[in-house]
């Protein structure tokens, strides 16, 4: 583990996906490390001491944690390579904010969508579609939302894509339905390589999704 590049992850996490992707993006070889999360490694609880969580990069034996910092990383390390920050400092800045948007407004309605029910469900519903409808404004007619260039926004968001038919199952509603435009963004972000090959399966997703609700008694 000394030399080289080692990612500590789980098949399903869509933060995961994000270092998976933008590894990709930027071509390089790595060692993969599946982690069960019910029974942490050693090399993970040694590597995230403080949140114990993936995933985890280790570049060199050292660790970077926390997926929008790895990508973040990868993108100074391999910079020369598939650019995913803009190099302008407010566009960067506005891709950081948008990226931090995700994993504040999605993830946390998304996460409310499989894990309750009933009016819970409901109000977790209308604030991921709420959440959805501002992305799909902010993508306006850019076909990324790094413009031209797929780019960090477009990591950060399109991993949630694998995720959105389990949301769409467990919420009775369609993304597409609601958010065309954005819909025909994961597509043509389905179209790059390094995204496709990157992303969980969302019908597997979905198993697990429904495998948790019936453990937590929500099935």
């Known amino acids: 583990m000394a030399d080289g590049v080692v990612l500590l992850d789980t098949y ?6 994000r270092a998976r992707l933008a590894l990709a993006e930027k071509g390089i070889d790595y060692e993969y490390k599946e982690e069960n999360l019910g029974d942490k490694s050693p090399v993970l609880l040694e590597m995230n001491p403080v949140h114990k969580k993936i995933p985890v990069l280790i570049h060199n034996g050292k660790p970077v944690c926390e997926s929008l910092i790895i990508v973040q990383y ?4 391999w910079k020369d390579n598939s650019p995913l920050l803009p190099s302008d400092p407010y566009q960067r800045a506005q891709a950081r904010f948008w990226a931090d948007f ?7 309605a998304g996460r409310r969508l499989w894990t309750t029910k009933g009016d819970e469900l409901e109000t977790a519903k209308k604030d991921i ?3 959805l409808k501002l992305l799909e ?8 939302f790094g413009g031209e260039n797929f780019g960090f926004v477009d990591v950060a968001l399109v991993t949630y894509s694998s995720w959105f038919y389990a949301y769409e ?3 009775n509603f369609s993304v597409e339905e609601h958010c065309p435009k954005l819909m025909e963004w994961v597509k043509r972000c389905m179209e790059k390589e390094s995204v496709s090959k990157s992303l ?3 019908k597997k997703v979905y198993d697990f999704v429904l495998f948790l609700r019936k453990k937590h008694g929500l099935e």
């Open 169 to 171: 199952t467990c919420g």
């Open 74 to 77: 990868i993108d100074e390390v």
């Open 200 to 202: 969980a399966d969302p």
């Open 12 to 17: 399903f996490s869509m933060f995961g996906m």
């Open 129 to 131: 579609i709420e959440a």
């Open 102 to 108: 995700v994993d504040k407004k999605v993830y946390d």
């Open 137 to 144: 404004t902010e993508l306006g007619e850019k076909p990324y």
